[in-house]
């Protein structure tokens, strides 16, 4: 069994800064693409950005510049730094993990709890 676990959501001002982490742990045979996506109250939910075991990334136009995801594949974790937030930022963000399982060595994604970020003065 595999477990997604995040953490570092919270309140900030804007023009403030979070960095989101997101572990994997359990019954892993290998971790490919993570990425992070969030979703606001009536929208649906957005890809943010993603990275590849090799390291390359990708952003959505409206954080480019401004979020950096990177990962620590020794610690199978994704990191999500955001700087220069907007309210507009405001969501539930969520890790996504495809991962293939050491026991059954399906490959499938899996999806953090969520954690609220919430930029307001």
Known sequence: QVQLVESGGGLVQPGGSLRLSCAASGSIFNIYTMAWYRQAPGNQRELVA????????????????????SRENSKKTVYLQMA??????????????????????????????????????
């Open 84 to 121: 220069s937030l907007k309210p507009e930022d405001t969501a539930v963000y969520y890790c996504n993990v495809d991962i293939k399982d050491r026991t059954s060595f399906r490959r499938r994604d899996y999806w953090g709890q969520g954690t609220q970020v919430t930029v307001s003065s």
């Open 50 to 69: 993603t990275i590849r075991y090799s390291g390359s990334t990708n952003y959505t136009d409206s954080v480019k510049g401004r979020f950096t995801i």
